[in-house]
Every structure is written in C-alpha cells, then in structure tokens.
C-alpha cells in the first residue's frame, strides 16, 4: 500500500502590525535557508488579495473577513506541506484575530462572544502546526514602509500592536519577540533551530 501521508514541515510565522519588518525578515531567512539547501516555501501577506476580493480589512475588519483570513491562510500552508522542508508564514492565523479585535476597538464596537469564540476556536485548533513564532515589535520612529501602499493610521498601527500583542496572551502562544535592530541575531538563531529541527526529524521508512 501506498503511504499517503505528509511530513509536517517546520513552520515558523511572523506576526504584528504592519510595517514592522515581517516581510523582510522572512525574505532574508528564506534566503539564509536556502544557502543550506533547505526546501522553503512562503505564505505571503493575504490583505492585497483580500482587497481584490473585497473583502474589509485593517480597521474595516469583519468576523467573516477574519474568517477567511484565518481559514484561507491555514489552506495555503497546508498546500504547501508536502512541497517544503520549512514553511515560512508572514502573518500567521493569531494574527488576523489580533486585527479584527483591534477593529473592534477602532470601531467602538462590542464583540459578540460567540463570534469570538468560534474564531479563536479555528485559530487554536492550528496553534500545533507553529514550531516557532516571531512578534515584531513597533517602534513609532521608524517610517511606513514605501514598497507597496500602507494604511497611514498611527492609531490604528498601535491598536493592531496592543491587540496581537494580547491575543498571544491571552491564548498563551508561545512567542519571541522581533526587534528592527535584532534581525541578524534572529536570524542565525533561527537558522540554527531550523537544522537542528530537520536533522532530527523522523525519517520516513524506506519503501
């Protein structure tokens, strides 16, 4: 019989607000991996796709928009498991939970609990899949990036910073912090992790 099962690969994600160095980071360390000849895969920032679809996002954000940003983001890394040694997710699914409540606030809005609870009951069950989650950390002194259009609301930033910051507290994720002058730090830790992890991985049964 043919086996049809797929080996998890190490997955590590990125979350926090926007513009504070998720992207790049993850671009410099799939780099890095890849220097090992490391099999690596991305799951990119979901919120320029979310806007083609037009779906609300940043301080606009839904339940369902959360959803799908929750749900759509799990599909893409687990299409990419058995393609990968090392799957790399800029804005892992707390993140989009960390959004919504921040909308909330933006909004002065309530949550509804049952809402909230459905969400953050898909957003645990997936918590296991992470061997290794970085927050990046805001710092108002540095500028919005220019690359690609970013949402000006200083406010907002923050809020988003406080509520990511708070549902990996209140889900007790466990998480290392990302500070703009760590990278190269971060990235030789992680590197490291990452090897350690595949060399001592099971290895499939020879056939």
């Not at 790399?88 to 993140?95: I, M, Q, W």
């Not at 002065?108 to 953050?120: C, K, N, S, V, Y």
Request: net charge negative; hydrophobic share 40%.
């Amino acid at each position: 019989m043919v086996s049809t099962a797929v080996e998890q690969p190490v997955t590590i994600g990125v979350t926090g607000t926007h513009s504070t160095g998720k992207s790049t980071f993850l671009a410099r360390l799939a780099h890095d991996l890849r220097t090992h000849h490391i099999q690596v895969a991305t799951v990119a920032d979901l919120g320029e796709q979310a806007q083609r679809l037009g779906l609300p996002i940043l301080g606009n954000h839904t339940w369902a928009s959360t959803l799908w940003f929750i749900t759509h983001g799990i599909s893409l890394e687990l299409a990419v498991w058995p393609h990968a040694e090392v799957v790399l997710v800029d804005r892992p699914a707390p993140d989009a939970l960390g959004y919504y409540r921040a909308a909330l606030a933006h909004r002065h809005e309530t949550p509804d609990p049952d809402i909230h609870a459905r969400l953050e009951a898909v957003v645990t069950s997936h918590l296991p899949a992470y061997d290794l989650l970085y927050r990046t950390t805001l710092d108002p002194a540095i500028p919005l990036g220019t690359d690609k259009p970013r949402d000006p609301d200083a406010t907002f930033r923050r809020l988003a910073d406080h509520h990511i910051g708070q549902v990996l507290h209140d889900l007790h994720i466990p998480h290392t912090p990302l500070h703009a002058t760590d990278h190269d730090h971060a990235l030789e830790r992680t590197v490291d992790f990452v090897l350690h992890k595949i060399t001592t991985l099971p290895q499939p049964l020879p056939r």
